[in-house]
């Protein structure tokens, strides 16, 4: 892989879609060829982010394509990462980007890949962050980072953006499942989508109130309908205050998405080393803990020594 | 806490509830307390601990109910550990042990505890293995371990389990999302539930194909309905099957639970090792990167050294 890289580089640069996906494949695969691909692409950090997250089932995947479209008309090209392990669009990656790429077909400026969640999951987090890196070389203008809101993991993985929009529905119980899941403290952007749905208007008020004080400035809720197109300019007019942040260069965004990066990676490459030695190490350990020579703590800090 | 963690580990010990609970709230909380009651008490490997894991909606907590009364009736002792976010049960952890623990109210001999998903994702499942080690302690003689199953981070806490089984239901999508998820990996029982549904039968024979041959012996695939009670004493029989190799005390399943919760435990140790040095070092690290004067990897493999 040694060899080849550069060449790989080389395309990936010019925008080669061939070569994009040769290049996310061995992200996906093989640490040590991805790190030095990496080293020669030297992303330029061009892209701007967007992590669109919440519960399953409120329609991010339409979101997305709405988004993609709005992007689209303003001619920047947008690539996507779908990391959402409940989406029809991720859960079936067989068939789930060729129905998507279905809209988008034939546009050329247009990169969907969705990635299977597997191993740990960190190694998800990982391959996310160094997929990010491989389109913003490409020459991506926007990322569309989509992943399921639950569980801390899945929300960490939105650290890597510039700009975080949370996605809910009215009917989602009583909230008590978004503030559970953190959601709160994450959102840039706050979507309630399916607008014309029973409660929307409530959901809106709801969150307001719960969203105010959350952050120095309150972030915006907007109601939308994806399906329909509703609020979707107010929406784009949400994103477009961070987008012209980053534009300007501020360097208080441009850190936080690379610290979540850093971080994210650290983390998978932490991951990677105790799998590593875990299998046969972590089989004879638990053998001295089940003849009570060891305790599992013990036997834990060793393992992680 | 070192000074009362005699007192403690002994009142546990006794079954007391409160000093159970106590003790949980320190593990979630502190990790020196935690290590120094848990070498206290030495959890002796008694209790059978059944995973119950699957996608959201599947209702692995109305199952999870009616196991409770099964084992109830045979006079065992019940711990519940809930660690599914998107249950609401978990979801709502300010109401949910509430109305859950309605059905048991005034029942001393089940202790129900759910767990929010918070802090690393390795997090929770350090939390879990050493809720375990204490209701264990506590004298429970089963301990269920309600999960849900997206995303290999959950998928992974249940390898602590003797027993896991998967809960699934008709018209989950052609199944992709199972296989991908990794659900097809870990059962020790399918269960198909809401067994009155349209296509509870041939989601059974999907299974019973896709199961063949997954593990040296076919694991079961059976038809329930947690909320009639159809079905449930077959379930019930398969698990027994795995009890008894526990109760014989079979090696191999206690090494995997043993092994399952040394790796959990080690996973935590390293993020909250990361997450300890990382917010300031991560900053320093991203400046260098915003900077050129490092990549994200380069920084990352920094930070996790």
Do not use: C
Request: glycine share 12%; no cysteine; proline share 3%.
């Amino acid at each position: 892989m040694q060899l080849q890289s550069p060449q790989l580089a080389k395309e990936i640069r010019r925008g080669d879609r061939r070569a994009l996906s040769k290049g996310i494949t061995l992200v996906e695969n093989e640490r040590e060829g991805a790190s030095n691909l990496l080293r020669m692409l030297k992303p330029s950090g061009h892209a701007f982010i967007v992590g669109v997250t919440g519960p399953p089932g409120t329609g991010k995947s339409t979101l997305v394509d709405r988004l993609i479209e709005l992007y689209r008309k303003k001619g920047l090209r947008v690539g996507v990462i779908a990391v959402d392990p409940t989406s029809p669009i991720t859960g079936g990656a067989l068939l789930g980007d060729r129905i998507r790429m279905g809209s988008h077909a034939g546009d050329r400026s247009v990169y969907i890949r969705s990635m299977a969640s597997r191993g740990w999951s960190g190694g998800l987090s990982r391959a996310t962050s160094q997929v990010i890196q491989l389109m913003d070389a490409a020459g991506f203008d926007i990322i569309l980072l989509e992943t399921v809101g639950i569980g801390q993991s899945d929300i960490e993985v939105v650290g890597v953006s510039h700009a975080v929009l949370v996605v809910l529905m009215p009917g989602l119980g009583d909230d008590v499942q978004v503030s559970k899941a953190g959601l709160m403290e994450i959102g840039d952007v706050y979507v309630v989508n399916k607008a014309d749905m029973e409660g929307s208007d409530s959901m809106v008020v709801t969150l307001l109130s719960a969203v105010r004080g959350m952050k120095s400035r309150s972030p915006p809720v907007i109601k939308v309908s994806a399906l329909t197109g509703e609020g979707l300019e107010k929406l784009e007019g949400a994103i477009e205050v961070v987008r012209t942040r980053f534009d300007q260069g501020d360097l208080d965004l441009k850190l936080r998405s690379v610290k979540g990066m850093i971080i994210e990676t650290a983390r998978w490459t932490l991951m990677e080393r105790l799998s590593k030695v875990s299998q046969e190490e972590a089989e004879r350990l638990a053998r001295l803990v089940v003849r009570g020579k060891l305790s599992i703590d013990e036997a834990a800090a060793r393992l992680a020594r």
